[in-house]
């Protein structure tokens, strides 16, 4: 995993999806964000009630959570939230990374694995929610060949991916095209 060299803090945990039991754990991640993580991640003010209802709200949906988790607790998270009335298959996905962990590679290893699951499900477009000068999630997409399109001041960003491939090779119900990250 990368690691800035001049960092006391090692990364020992490990990446894995979250199981239903886990949600108090990432509770406690997202509310242990200081506030300007806080804030770029839920675009805005959330105060602690909040942030609790979101996560009841978020299970019970049965969001996909992938979590950095080291021991007992949730460090990092990538999320997957269908957004089943779009027309083509549609997920919002939201990042966090408590601060001391931030710029050590973690949320691009939590990208890397958050687009692999999003293709697993089929969807061609993701949706981003923060603020257009969110210079890290910014930087995460340009990392892996994303752009991150924001209209007009609008704080959705967009990422889109090729629709996945048929048994024959093809995509699915329509011409070939190989499953990479399409630029918006
Ligand atoms: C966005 C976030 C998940 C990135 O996590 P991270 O572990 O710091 O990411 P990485 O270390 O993998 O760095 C990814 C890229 O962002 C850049 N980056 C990280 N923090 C940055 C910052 N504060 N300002 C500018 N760039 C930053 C890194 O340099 C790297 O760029 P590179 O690929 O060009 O080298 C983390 O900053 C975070 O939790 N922020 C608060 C919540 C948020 O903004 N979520 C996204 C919207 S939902």
Redesign the pocket.
């Known amino acids: 995993m990368?690691q800035n060299t001049d960092s006391p803090v090692r990364l020992t945990g490990t990446i894995r999806q979250l199981r239903p039991s886990d949600l108090p754990r990432f509770r406690e991640h997202l509310l242990r964000?200081d506030s300007?993580?806080?804030r770029?991640?839920?675009?805005g003010l959330a105060n602690d009630r909040f942030i609790s209802a979101y996560v009841y709200r978020s299970f019970a949906a049965g969001t996909t959570v992938i979590g950095y988790v080291e021991g007992d607790k949730v460090l990092?998270a990538a999320e997957i939230h269908e957004r089943a009335e779009e027309s083509q298959p549609t997920a919002e996905?939201?990042?966090?990374?408590?601060r001391h962990?931030?710029?050590?590679?973690?949320?691009?290893?939590?990208?890397e694995r958050l687009i692999e699951k999003a293709r697993d499900f089929g969807y061609t477009k993701l949706l981003?929610?923060?603020h257009p000068q969110?210079?890290?999630?910014?930087?995460?997409a340009?990392?892996y060949n994303a752009r991150l399109v924001f209209e007009d001041g609008e704080t959705v960003g967009t990422i889109h991916l090729d629709p996945p491939l048929s048994l024959s090779g093809a995509v699915a119900g329509e011409i070939q095209g190989k499953a990479a990250l399409q630029p918006a």
């Open positions: 990368e964000l300007e993580s806080r770029d991640r839920f675009n990092g996905i939201a990042f966090s990374v408590e962990l931030q710029h050590r590679g973690l949320g691009g290893r939590l990208f981003v929610t923060t969110n210079a890290a999630m910014r930087a995460l340009r990392r």
